[in-house]
């Protein structure tokens, strides 16, 4: 295998740069995303150290974080953590990289705002777990929610993630408690593959109440972070951590979202990226699916799914998971021709009648009516009675 050379794109000083650029700016920011695009990563950091940089505000935070820290130190310590951990950094020129989040550079900045304006894509990604990123990602759904879930929300979900994890999906979150622990724990209960994408560190998930689930998560799934080691999971980096979860996956379901929230945020992403938008609704009467409700409401191209059959049949290749759509318990009358459905129609509910007050009753010839007679009877949906025909006793033959 080539190695590649000094500075260029995979190498170790392209590797240590990306940290350090994640160090001196949130992930996404659409400067520093421009000066690598532009310049490569350890030029990018040159040009940044030295002030060349156009955003004012950005360049004089920079410059405050560098004075008295020596950048290629933090970066070599952050990978020597990650080491010892046994994570590691994914850059996009490595195999693994998962090419579909590169699809953010070409999302809008609206509507107007810090939030919406630094959305670019990922310099580097930390991986902790088995599974190679891409792969693991080639065939994937999210699936997110609020964090105070009620019992409707946590059994939707885990049926939904569970399923998609029979059927080799991999099922994409956020670590959270509520829906997103339950996809998590569902998927891992399956057997299948879970990805956490972390607002922090993979070395310190949050929130530290479901550290079990995140040490499980990280043997038989992975723990991703934009964030180097050490990293702490501050309010903002939630909704920057949220446009990954968007672009990564093939689609995203909404379980239970409140009026403002996270999850509804992340689905203006995957709208705004044309991954496939689903939507589970939840009753009128709660807090918890307001926002599912107005998703539904503002977006001709979310989808309403109910269950795995719905989600399965958006994210899947045409025809692959075509279902049927629901109908109640079949019927023999369900079967009748309309002839038959007439004479049928024409025996009282109670009581008898002859084939002659049938005839007029339906408005069909006696020959005709006798015939649809036996065919009835043998059906079982009518009987000879007190020398007229009567609906049959059997259970489930009336109307």
Known sequence: MNTPASGSPGSPEDRAARVVLTWLAEPGNRTVWALVQEHGAPAAVELMAAGEIPDASLRAAVLAKLAGHDPQRLADAALRKAERLGARIVVPADDEWPGQ????????????????????????????????????????????????????????????????????????????????????????????????????????????????????????????????????????????????????????????AAARSGAAQTMSRVLALRRVAMVVPGPVTSAMSVGCHELLRSHPDAILVTGLGQVLEAVGRIGEYASDPPRGHSHPRDELDQESALVLEAVPGRGTASPDELALRSRLPLRTVLRRLSLLELAGLVERRDGGVALSRRPGAGR
């Open 101 to 256: 989040v590169d699809s953010l550079a070409l999302l809008d900045p609206e509507p107007p705002g810090q939030v919406n304006r630094d959305v670019r894509p990922p310099l580097c990604l930390w991986a902790r777990g088995p599974w190679a990123l891409a792969d693991t990602l080639a065939r994937s759904v999210a699936v997110v929610g609020a964090r105070a879930a009620t019992g409707y929300g946590t059994q939707v979900t885990s049926d939904i993630a569970y399923g998609l994890a029979e059927h080799d999906w991999t099922v994409v979150s956020g670590g959270a408690f509520g829906i997103d622990a339950a996809a998590h724990r569902a998927t891992v209960a399956a057997g299948g593959r879970t990805i956490a994408v972390l607002a922090c560190g993979v070395d310190r998930p949050y929130p530290a109440g479901n550290s079990a689930m995140f040490e499980r998560i990280a043997e038989a799934g992975l723990l991703i972070s934009e964030w180097p080691p050490g990293s702490e999971p501050l309010r903002h980096r939630f909704l920057i951590r949220n446009r990954v979860i968007a672009a990564a996956t093939v689609g995203t379901v909404v379980v239970e």
